[in-house]
């Protein structure tokens, strides 16, 4: 399917979803939002995906959130612009429930919903060169799209309420030093190194992926024995799969294992 506002291009189990519209600094427009949608639901059934790469077109990841359409949304009585924009955080936030690992490349402008999204990816990847910032603050208006969820988690409360009651941008290396993103790296370097983590990810079997972001976000919520329920579980059904059977033979031979998914 064409989109206007999105680019997909794929290889080898890699898909890279890219937010296209550089003259806009890629803002999440209600349009944009419209296409994210249909990609995400496109992605669901797409049984060659092993991992989403999510990045922006031109100098920047996004701006955030387009601001007339924000204006728009708080013209509604007070009880409609709610909805609206609870449908907006859902649409983009979908990402988090895909199946497959994904990473967002992040560079350049990464401001306000647009860190919410990065946020809501399994893996991020900065440039040296980006400036991240939480600045809903900044237009006086509380923070949204999953900031008080999402923020915190990753980098404990006291960094968190830096970043959202200053607005202050940070860089690649500072969000790298307190726990925001996995790695910096250079401008230049940037998509090679994302493309060769999601390769090493994509080489390995389908079925204890998927198991795994699902087990790592449940314990976020769950306890020890509850845990260790879901993980005996899941590894008594990766005892069936094909892959499980190719990656004991590869130990036993001393070789490379090749799997197939299955």
Wanted: glycine fraction near 6%; include cysteine.
């Amino acid at each position: 399917m064409p989109y206007k506002t999105l680019l997909i291009e794929k290889q080898d189990g890699i898909v890279i979803l890219s937010l296209n519209q550089p003259e806009k600094r890629n803002a999440m427009t209600l349009e944009l939002g419209e296409e994210f949608k249909a990609a995400l639901a496109e992605l669901k059934n797409d049984q060659e995906a092993r991992v989403l790469i999510l990045t922006g077109q031109g100098s920047s990841f996004s701006s955030g959130g387009d601001l007339q359409s924000t204006f728009d949304q708080f013209e509604a009585p007070p009880m409609q612009a709610k909805t609206n924009i609870i449908k907006y955080y859902r649409t983009f936030l979908a990402i988090r429930d895909l199946e497959i690992p994904t990473i967002a490349v992040i560079k350049g402008h990464t401001i306000g919903a647009a860190l919410c999204l990065a946020l809501a990816c399994d893996m991020r990847i900065a440039s040296t060169d980006t400036k991240m910032s939480m600045s809903f603050i900044k237009i006086g208006i509380h923070p949204g799209m999953g900031t008080s969820y999402l923020l915190p988690r990753l980098i404990g409360t006291a960094k968190a309420f830096e970043m959202c009651l200053t607005g202050d941008p940070i860089d690649g290396e500072e969000a790298h030093r307190i726990g925001l993103v996995n790695h910096v790296v250079e401008p230049e370097r940037l998509m090679e190194f994302s493309l060769d983590l999601a390769r090493r990810i994509a080489r390995n079997p389908v079925v204890p992926a998927r198991f795994l972001k699902k087990s790592i976000y449940r314990g976020l919520h769950t306890d020890l024995e509850s845990a260790l329920d879901y993980e005996s579980s899941t590894q008594v059904i990766c005892s069936f799969t094909e892959d499980m059977k190719e990656g004991l033979a590869a130990a036993r031979e001393k070789r490379a294992p090749v799997f197939k998914g299955c």
